[in-house]
């Protein structure tokens, strides 16, 4: 069973109903008697590597031709 609270104990108690919900118990925060919102964990996100299905040539790593790092710093411009 939910436990609701109305805005002004949930603004007492926010550490308490914090808690609460951390524990898995189910707290809505009500106005005049209406629910408002719902406290609940964040579920972690997370980010999976390697979704992305390519691979690096061993020609990425070489050094830049003379020319093309003067192209990068500018001093190729007229």
Do not use: C, H
Request: no cysteine.
């Amino acid at each position: 069973m939910a436990k609701v609270v109305n805005v002004a104990e949930a603004k007492a108690k926010l550490s308490e109903l914090l808690e609460a919900a951390l524990r898995g118990e189910e707290v809505i925060i009500a106005k005049r008697g209406k629910p408002l919102v719902r406290l609940m964990p964040e579920k972690p996100q997370t980010r999976e590597l390697g979704f992305l299905d390519f691979d690096i040539p061993d020609s990425f790593f070489e050094p830049l031709p003379e020319e093309e790092l003067a192209a990068w710093y500018g001093e190729n411009e007229a």
